[in-house]
């Protein structure tokens, strides 16, 4: 009988993409004599291998065995820890993370980077160099495959396999074991049914069948038995020397003797390199698991404390069941007591459940060390990676849509920020540049800073280029900080060279609208020949947002907390217009353009007056604006529902709730109606120069 592996899979690929980051962060930090970090590395790699060949992934099993055999000569002592070692294996780590990753996604792969490292592991192995010429034409053979067996002095091996009845029971299938031995050489099997009980008693999840093997190959013994370690408590294993012949390799037979095929209903096949189909059963139900299914792994304080408010809650309404079964007036107080016990009980559920979304954000800064390891290499700078707050908790949805976003900063922050060795040297800086990443909590957002002691940046430099691309006119006033922001305008660049890193133009503008989709904003602060700090500001969770609730008219609205810097009531003193109907309000040190909800969603408002109304100061895009309310309602938590999926996109909001009167309220989206704003001031402005126009 055969069990159906693929349910174990999603979770056999966690933990080799753990295994896989382990191994990466290990061998950077990775030092002669340091035996731990290199055993945690070779565990780890003899961990992917192993389930590897549980679930039938031979070219994974394969590829990692390069790595587990020179991992094991650093391990024992045998091959010194050499730099170019490091590379390789480091290598080799990327080649994993493909293999895997096509795994999950149910793909092929380009194999030819997996051929050239395969062969700088074996010529590593080997004490020998590789000539790259010879490397890039093998690259072309991709009907190769480990199954070719170099040694022509092959060993006949005897293998009696008893496994335990319960062997089917631990996830273990005795047909991948024996796919396995296939693929070390030529495999006669023969099957002992004698133990198989009457049909009265057969207990279909036992296993009541032993096998005797024969194997003619290259192999070493331990080879053989490694095969077998995963069930190695769980069966009698003998295996036996029985002679030793010479043998070409071409002659192998790589299938399965005939006398097996009654039992086995699938034969061992070599598969080409580039095809990721695991030999796990031959049901043809049989589904990966794609790339979308994630999972999260819970601590157990967390399980508990969910299951500790459950029961709170079960207590709680058992005691307004009980109330409602024969309600009288004199139980009232006791069901307002219940009520607001109902609603503690259900706040704190809430919070419980969000905290199991919740992951520390070094799952995302863990992929920082080797950008900045590559980078350092290939642009020829040293620099230092320093990481602190990598404890910070963030929802799992938002720490992977701001993982691209942050080694594009990254990046640049490599690229334009550190300078060049020489040019620190003669500015007085120390030669080994810094690029800081911290994360912290402030308010309801968390604060992500990638910071660097580069150069600055030249704010002159950028209007100069800004005014040259005709992004500004070159009688505006800007600011500091808006001067900044024309950094991320599109195709905007003042790199004098391009290169594969950065420069193009490209990128930062991506990088602002990525982090906008998410309801955050991002900050730029600076200061010329010291260095540079990115803050990006980002929401906790996207499940739920802290708003500000505000009624126009008849209409509830929320705004984003984290967008509001204040609010106030209006003077008319400090009440300014301009052309194109635009309304300025002058706050200490800025004049604010004013918004009027109800003008741009054209709805009705109890006050259309400006004099003595009500201002919400929200920021979004470096660009402070008022916005034009009728009340202030309150604070509070609610639930995102988005537009898209239940309606359709509306300009100006980014999504929508439900209150607890059951009505609907919009979500606005203060950077996208900023530009309605600016729009329609615009058109205004257009259609008043034409009225002047037919007047003159």
């Not at 999950?104 to 030819?112: A, L, P, T």
């Not at 205004?684 to 003159?696: K, S």
Request: one cysteine or more; a negative charge.
């Amino acid at each position: 009988m055969s069990i159906d592996l693929s349910q174990f899979i999603p979770t056999f690929l966690e933990e080799c993409f753990e295994g896989i980051e382990l191994m990466e962060a290990s061998l950077l930090n990775l030092e002669q004599g340091d035996e731990e970090t290199i055993n945690s590395i070779f565990r780890a790699a003899h961990s992917i291998k192993g389930g590897a060949g549980t679930f039938g992934f031979n070219h994974v099993t394969e590829f990692t065995h390069l790595v587990e055999t020179l991992l094991d000569e650093m391990r024992d002592g045998r091959r010194n820890i050499a730099h170019k070692d490091i590379e390789i294996l480091l290598d080799s780590v990327d080649c994993m993370r493909l293999l895997i990753e096509a795994i999950r996604d149910d793909c092929s792969y380009d194999d030819s980077k997996v051929i050239v490292t395969s062969q700088l592991l074996t010529a590593t192995l080997n004490n020998n160099s590789i000539d790259e010429n010879i490397v890039e034409d093998t690259t072309k053979d991709n009907e190769n495959t480990s199954n070719a067996i170099a040694d022509d002095n092959l060993t006949h091996w005897s293998i009696s396999f008893i496994p335990e009845h319960h062997l089917v029971q631990t996830g273990n299938d005795p047909l991948l074991l024996l796919n396995a031995l296939a693929e070390l050489g030529k495999v006669s099997v023969t099957a002992n049914c004698n133990s198989i009980p009457s049909l009265v008693d057969l207990d279909a999840t036992e296993l009541y069948i032993s096998w005797q093997i024969t194997l003619i190959t290259a192999a070493k013994k331990e080879d053989i038995a490694e095969i077998f370690e995963w069930v190695e408590d769980d069966c009698q294993l003998v295996i036996s020397n029985e002679e030793s012949i010479d043998k070409k390799p071409a002659e192998i037979n790589l299938d399965i003797a005939n006398e097996a095929d009654e039992l086995i209903t699938e034969k061992p096949t070599i598969e080409a390199k580039t095809k990721v189909k695991p030999n796990v059963t031959n049901d043809s139900s049989l589904q990966k698991p794609k790339a979308e299914s994630g999972s999260i792994r819970v601590g157990v304080d967390k399980v508990d404390s969910l299951i500790n408010l459950v029961g709170e809650l079960v207590i709680t309404q058992s005691m307004l069941s009980e109330l409602g079964n024969d309600f009288e007036l004199s139980k009232v107080a006791r069901l307002n007591s219940g009520l607001e016990q109902l609603l503690q009980n259900t706040k704190e559920l809430q919070e419980s459940v969000m905290r199991i979304r919740m992951l520390p954000i070094s799952f995302a800064f863990n992929r920082f060390p080797r950008l900045i390891h590559d980078l350092s290499k290939k642009m020829g700078k040293e620099i230092e990676l320093l990481i602190s707050g990598e404890q910070t908790e963030l929802d799992k949805s938002v720490m992977e849509q701001i993982s691209d976003p942050l080694v594009h900063l990254v990046r640049n922050a490599v690229d334009h920020g550190i300078e060049a060795t020489d040019v620190r040297i003669t500015n007085g800086k120390p030669e080994k540049g810094t690029v800081s990443l911290d994360a912290y909590h402030q308010g309801g957002s968390i604060v992500i800073e990638i910071k660097d002691d580069g150069g600055g940046i030249d704010s002159n430099v950028i209007l100069a280029k800004a005014i040259e691309n005709g992004l500004v006119d070159e009688s505006t006033s800007l600011s500091e900080s808006q001067v900044y922001d024309l950094l991320f305008e599109p195709g905007f660049s003042t790199a004098k060279t391009l290169s594969d890193i950065s420069g193009r133009g490209v990128g930062m503008d991506v990088v602002k609208r990525n982090i906008q989709s998410l309801g955050g904003r991002i900050q730029i602060e600076s200061t010329l020949g010291v260095g540079s700090t990115f803050k990006v500001f980002l929401p906790l969770t996207l499940a739920i947002l802290d708003g500000q609730l505000v009624k126009v008219g008849r209409e509830v609205y929320i705004i984003p907390l984290i967008t509001i810097v204040e609010s106030l009531q209006t003077q008319e003193a400090l009440i300014n217009r301009t052309s194109g109907d635009m309304v300025l309000y002058r706050l200490r040190e800025d004049n604010v353009p004013v918004i009027p909800i109800y003008k741009l969603f054209n709805i009705p408002a109890q006050n259309k007056a400006i004099k003595n109304s009500l201002l919400v100061v929200v920021e979004a895009d470096g660009q402070k604006v008022g916005l034009m309310v009728d009340d202030l309602l309150a604070q509070q938590q609610v639930v995102v529902k988005s537009l898209n999926e239940n309606y359709q996109q509306v300009e100006g909001v980014s999504g929508a709730t439900i209150l607890g009167d059951g009505s609907v309220a919009m979500i606005l989206d203060v950077p996208s109606m900023i530009n309605m704003a600016l729009k329609l001031a615009k058109k205004q402005q257009q259609n008043n120069i034409v009225a002047e126009e037919v007047i003159h």
